[in-house]
């Protein structure tokens, strides 16, 4: 049986969690999205998810109130159970040391918010082509 | 002459005196007496004259006291001679004592003539003590008036001499000084070592300052402690080694020294406030940017999914729509600017050695495809010591200002650089409809674009970006330029690099 491509999206901006989902329809295949406002309600997710398979990816938003992007990512990756999850970072903010320092922490992507919607939509299309292809991630507990 | 000579002591061809005449014991007796009284005296003059000219070694006219003693020698043993003739009649002993006195008085003559009118210049004594006097009092004068505190000390610390200041310098009388260890006038800590310093310093004295390297202090009388700067000299007089000290409060020159270094603190302060609250503006930039851009980006998303899903919208509700996301457009792109702008003072430079063409060439590469306008560069183009990044982004944003104003059919942009003393003059000149004067500063201030304000291409920062970062390594940005003449933007890089490092 073919598993549904799952993500978990982290935002806490209501308009970006509504065209997000609106690209994803506009995506080929049907897409399991789970959604979350910050870095905790993920984590909290996650641990209730554990055991019964974890999330092909996460899409992380960097600024965002309680447990923003930059510290998921870090907790995320020094946690042995979770840390193969492929987190893009998908953010307002252009600027390189918050580039640099997302990739330092581990993500595999790193994703600027355009203004347009239209841009958005391909830009999550990409996205989406792209993990698809890659083979799904083993998540056994190391 | 033989004769004379051989005869000279024969008294065979005289009387004694005595007998030649009729001398009463009285006559005779007055005589000789006279005589030898005449020659003992004769004989002691020229022994205190000879003593008196040996003594004074100074004497002017030396040799005319040695005439002296002889000519008064000579005269003496004249009077000898008289009284022995009473007895023995050696008239011609006599007569070349006489010669021999009468020469050596006529030299004794001439001398005298010939030394007369130097001798005539010579200052009396007393008048010589008058100017000695004068002489004193002028030295005493200058001691007295000098602004040093000059103390004089002999070889066992002991004050000796001192002058008016030093007496207000330490608060003393000069009779509670004279004859008082130096070490009086020092805080109790350094008077041990001193006494060592003082030693060691008579074994050699050299005229130095004192205490190089170390803060000198003198105490008052009333116990207070000064700062104190001295100069030593050694001085050889005839009752041994003294050592001249010249003493000066310099109490003030620190105070002022400490002005000084306060408001070099206070300098510094101010310049770190100002580097401080730049870095907040940055900051506050930054994060206002990012705030601002995001209900921009929901206005614009939404407005896309209204569009989206409505059907059925009139013409004119669509056309307004679009104008609104055309505003959100321009607003998210004055934001970028903003972001841009501030980042120019956040990111960290590296300053190092560049060829500049091969930088040029690659903002060139980046831009030429989108433009048929021709760039050329013009002459040789130096090595700089400056940040990569921030010389391409100079090029690139002038360079694209030229292209985006060069006309798009015979557009030609120019780019050279010339060697100006202290720095590089580096010019980007196109020719299309070139700048009025009266436009000159207003473009280089962010926002001030001259285009129409719904261009969405034109931000206004490319300039005030290129203006903020030619200041930040130090140097300066204009434009040279007549209406309908082109324009030529010229920036100066300078060889040695000032610009603020950060990180």
């Known amino acids: ?142 | 002459m033989l004769e004379f000579i051989s005869k000279l002591f024969d008294t065979s061809d005289y009387p004694a005196r005595w007998h030649c005449g009729n001398w009463t014991a009285f006559e005779g007796w007055l005589h000789i007496i006279s005589d030898f009284g005449t020659w003992g005296a004769y004989m002691a003059i020229p022994f205190v004259i000879a003593y008196y000219a040996l003594k004074k070694k100074e004497l002017p006219y030396s040799n005319l006291y040695w005439l002296f003693c002889a000519f008064i020698f000579c005269c003496g043993t004249v009077h000898l001679v008289e009284a022995i003739i009473f007895w023995h009649p050696v008239y011609r002993v006599s007569g070349v004592i006489k010669f021999l006195t009468a020469s050596v008085s006529w030299a004794t003559v001439f001398a005298l003539v010939r030394i007369l009118p130097n001798a005539l210049e010579l200052p009396g004594l007393a008048q010589a003590n008058v100017e000695l006097r004068k002489t004193e009092q002028l030295l005493r004068t200058v001691l007295e008036s000098a602004p040093n505190g000059l103390i004089l000390i002999n070889q066992w610390g002991t004050i000796s001499l001192v002058n008016r200041e030093t007496e207000n310098l330490f608060g003393y009388d000069r009779k509670d000084l004279i004859g008082q260890p130096i070490e009086m006038l020092l805080p109790a800590r350094f008077r041990e070592g001193h006494q060592r310093f003082r030693e060691e310093y008579f074994q050699n004295p050299l005229t130095r300052p004192m205490g190089a390297g170390r803060d000198l202090y003198g105490v008052r009388k009333d116990g207070e402690e000064f700062p104190v700067e001295i100069g030593l000299n050694p001085i050889e007089t005839e009752t041994g080694k003294m050592v001249l000290g010249s003493v000066v409060d310099i109490t003030e020159r620190i105070g002022s020294l400490e002005r000084e270094r306060e408001s070099a603190r206070q300098q510094e302060a101010l310049n770190e406030d100002l580097r401080k609250s730049n870095d907040e503006l940055d900051n506050f930039c930054y994060i206002v940017s990012h705030d601002l851009k995001a209900p921009l980006r929901a206005i614009s998303s939404l407005s896309s999914f209204v569009l989206e899903d409505t059907d059925s919208m009139s013409q004119e509700n669509r056309e307004n729509l679009e104008i609104m996301r055309g505003r959100v457009r321009r607003m998210n792109n004055l934001i970028d600017g903003i972001l841009e702008y501030s980042r120019v003072g956040r990111v960290e430079t590296s300053i190092k050695d560049h060829q500049s063409r091969p930088l040029i060439e690659e903002v060139m590469e980046d831009l030429r495809p989108s433009s048929g306008v021709e760039i050329r560069l013009i002459g040789d183009f130096p090595g700089i010591r400056y940040d990569e990044t921030a010389f391409q982004q100079i090029v690139q944003n002038l360079l694209s200002n030229a292209l985006k104003h060069a006309p798009k059919v015979g557009g030609i942009v120019e780019i050279s650089a010339e060697d100006r003393d202290r720095s590089h003059v580096f010019s980007v000149k196109d020719n299309g409809p070139g700048i009025s004067k009266n436009h000159h500063d207003r473009i280089f201030r962010i926002f001030q674009s001259l285009k129409p304000r719904d261009d969405e291409e034109s931000t206004g920062v490319g300039l005030a970006i290129v203006k903020k970062l030619v200041e930040r390594f130090g140097g300066e940005v204009w434009v040279e330029s007549e209406e309908g003449e082109g324009a030529a933007f010229c920036f100066t890089i300078p060889k040695e690099p000032v610009g603020s490092h950060r990180g």
């Not at chain 1, 509504?18 to 995506?27: C, E, I």
């Not at chain 1, 992507?109 to 355009?114: A, D, F």
């Open chain 1, 1 to 142: 049986m073919e598993t549904e491509f799952e993500v978990l999206l982290i935002e806490d901006d209501m308009v970006d969690v509504l065209g997000f989902t609106r690209a994803l329809r506009k995506s080929s295949d049907p897409v399991n999205l789970h959604v979350v406002a910050h870095g905790e309600e993920a984590f909290h997710f996650l641990q209730k998810k554990e055991g019964r398979g974890l999330p092909n990816l996460i899409v992380l938003d960097l600024n965002m109130p309680i447990m923003g992007g930059l510290e998921f990512l870090g907790t995320l990756k020094s946690d042995p159970a979770l840390r193969q999850i492929p987190v893009v970072v998908m953010t307002t903010s252009s600027e390189r040391k918050d580039i640099e320092r997302s990739y330092d922490l581990g993500a595999a992507g790193y994703m600027v918010k355009p203004l347009d919607h239209e841009e958005f939509v391909t830009k999550v299309k990409r996205l989406h082509d792209y993990w698809k292809s890659c083979e799904k991630p083993d998540f056994k507990i190391v």
